[in-house]
C-alpha cells in the first residue's frame, strides 16, 4: 500500500511540475526544433526531464521522511 503512495506523490508531483518547466522553457528558449529525424514538429521543450526529476525527488523525500533511518 505504501507503495502506490509514494508513486501518486511522484506523479503529481511530476504533473503539478511539468508546466512550469514548459513555460521557463520557452521563456529561456530551450527548444528542439522538429523535423529530420525528431517525430515532433515544431519546437518542443527539451527539458522535461527536469520535472520527472522533481517528482522523484519528492517521492525519496517523503519516502525517507518515512521510513527514516530504516527501522519500519
Known amino acids: 500500500m505504501i507503495i502506490i503512495i509514494f508513486l ?3 506523479f503529481f508531483g511530476t504533473f503539478l511540475v511539468m508546466p512550469s518547466v514548459i513555460k521557463l522553457a ?7 526544433e522538429g523535423g529530420g529525424r525528431n517525430s ?3 519546437f518542443t521543450p527539451n527539458i522535461g526531464g527536469i520535472a520527472i526529476f522533481i517528482g522523484l525527488l519528492l517521492s525519496n523525500l517523503f519516502l525517507l521522511a518515512y521510513c527514516g533511518n530504516g527501522t519500519k
Open 8 to 10: 501518486l506523490i511522484s
Open 26 to 32: 520557452i521563456k529561456k528558449r530551450i527548444l528542439t
Open 40 to 42: 515532433h514538429i515544431g
